[in-house]
């Protein structure tokens, strides 16, 4: 069953822009060939500050008080989610993320 999510993630601060575009690509290449539909895809901000500190994955361990803020909205079917995640995580690049289901979001707060 497809189902529309929107995914806000926080980048590193510090890559280029052909880098962004890279990342961008890798995502919606994953989502594309799961089945999705991108539909809308933005940097949100580029560098945006925390309350605290964010720590990078990998080799390299460095603390980032900014971020650049990344928005994705996509349908999705249900059972490809897990793949999409697993991409994120193994992203490097990528410090923190957060995917939600929209429909139910709606339900959730409404009375």
Do not use: H
């Amino acid at each position: 069953m497809n189902r529309n999510y929107e995914c806000m993630a926080i980048i590193l601060p510090d890559l280029s822009d052909q880098e962004y575009e890279e990342i961008s690509e890798k995502i919606v290449k994953k989502i594309e060939s799961s089945g999705g539909k991108v539909l809308a895809s933005k940097i949100w901000e580029k560098e945006r500050n925390f309350y605290y500190f964010l720590k990078s994955r990998g080799a390299e361990k460095k603390k980032y008080f900014k971020g650049c803020y990344w928005f994705i909205n996509f349908v999705l079917d249900t059972e490809s989610l897990s793949g999409l995640k697993e991409t994120i995580r193994l992203e490097e690049r990528i410090l923190r993320n957060l995917i939600i289901n929209k429909e139910s979001s709606k339900t959730a707060f409404s009375s």
